[in-house]
Structure formats: C-alpha cells, structure tokens
T-cell receptor
Framework: AAGVIQSPRHLIKEKRETATLKCYPI?????VYWYQQGPGQDPQFLIS???????DKGSIPDRFSAQQFSDYHSELNMSSLELGDSALYFC?????????????FGAGSRLTVL | QQQVKQSPQSLIVQKGGISIINCAYE??????FPWYQQFPGKGPALLIA?????SEKKEGRFTISFNKSAKQFSLHIMDSQPGDSATYFC?????????????FGTGTRLQVTL
C-alpha cells in the first residue's frame, strides 16, 4: 500500500540558509499535517491543510511557510535557518472527514543546521 | 504548557512482563486518544486508539484503559517482547473545522530485556 512520501530524507544546511521539505500524501488523502520533532522530544504540530487551504496553525515560526498544491502534495519552506531548527519533520495525511483516527505519518525528513 | 502529560519517561521491562504507560489530559474537547509507536529514525505509527465513550479497548497484547472522569488513559502491553522496544507516545485529538491535529505526550522510551 502506498504511504506518505517525504523528501529529502536527510538535509544539511548552514545557519541563515533556506530549506524546502516536500510531502506526498497517500493517494486520495486531501488533508496534510506537518509536525516538528526535536531530539528526544514529542512531535509538535506546525500547520495543516485541507483541500489546498490552511486549516489549522500551531507553533510554526514566522520564518516558515507551507502550502498544499493542486495535486495535494505539500511543501514546507524554512528560511533564515537557526541551529534550533534541527529536527525531524514529519508529514501526515488523511482523507477528510475521517480525521485523526486514520492519520498516517511519513518516515520524516531530518534537517541538520550547522 | 504540556496539554497531554505522559509518564514514565522511560521504562525497562523484562520479556514476558507487563508494560504500563500513563497519560493525563486537561482539555475536555479531546475526543480521540491514540497511542503511537515510534522506532528510531521512523515516523510514529498508530498502535491502538480509543474514544471517550469506551472504558477499555483491547487489540492483541495491547490494551487501552480510559477513565473519562479522571481524564486519564493508559496503555498496557501484555507479554512484552524485545521487539516492543520503542518510544511510545500517547496523543489526543479534537476536530475543529476541517482539522484534527494531534497533541502528543512527551513519550516513553520502553526497553524490553531478555
């Protein structure tokens, strides 16, 4: 079965650089969530999209932006990277209105900021 | 402020023993309580979940006990196996509009020894 695909799996950037993470949800899933997980931390909700519109917003820094495209894939753009942005970034998807009970996570993108 | 509190932070159990992880929440709007299992470098994977109108749910060796009045829920892993060694996150969700974001507990690192 198809899963949530994230790319790249690993990314190394310098401080103040920009990074873009991509998420391809399970086919026919129209809702996408982004989570950030710091080392030894629990995943923190960043932002979500439904049908290409932002549906909820969490603790996403102003330096970050995201969008969902017409094919439902989503991209998380991070600018002016800081050391503290080093984390695992997870994307998750489901089909509305199924909700959290069928939420599927991708394997994550590990961002390292040097 | 951690909306979902989880304990213990780490747990060592002998093979065949019972692993018990506890969580508590404050927000009465939460209407879905899943448990996720996460292996190093992987995304969280849904293990088992419960809704507040049920006091217990069992799936194989995994059981969720839910106490709505106390706003607590717990995961019991019976006959724990070395392959169960992972980090476990409880979570809670409430649907708002078109979003069903998850709020995670702080995680419990479980180690099952031989």
């Amino acid at each position: 079965a198809a899963g949530v695909i994230q790319s790249p799996r690993h990314l190394i950037k310098e401080k103040r650089e920009t990074a873009t993470l991509k998420c391809y949800p399970i086919p026919r899933h129209d809702t996408v969530y982004w989570y950030q997980q710091g080392p030894g931390q629990d995943p923190q909700f960043l932002i979500s999209f439904y049908e290409k519109m932002q549906s909820d917003k969490g603790s996403i820094p102003d330096r970050f932006s995201a969008q969902q495209f017409s094919d439902y894939h989503s991209e998380l753009n991070m600018s002016s990277l800081e050391l503290g942005d080093s984390a695992l970034y997870f994307c998750a998807s489901h089909v509305f209105p199924a909700g959290a009970n069928v939420l599927t996570f991708g394997a994550g993108s590990r961002l390292t900021v040097l | 402020q951690q909306q979902v509190k989880q304990s213990p932070q780490s747990l060592i159990v002998q093979k065949g023993g019972i692993s018990i992880i506890n969580c508590a929440y404050e927000n009465t709007a939460f209407d879905y309580f899943p448990w996720y299992q996460q292996f190093p470098g992987k995304g969280p994977a849904l293990l088992i979940a419960i809704r507040p109108d049920v006091s217990e749910k069992k799936e194989g060796r995994f059981t969720i006990s839910f106490n709505k009045s106390a706003k607590q829920f717990s995961l019991h892993i019976m006959d724990s196996q070395p392959g169960d060694s992972a980090t476990y996150f409880c979570a809670a969700s409430s649907t708002s509009g078109t979003a069903s974001k998850l709020t995670f507990g702080t995680g419990t690192r479980l180690q099952v020894t031989l």
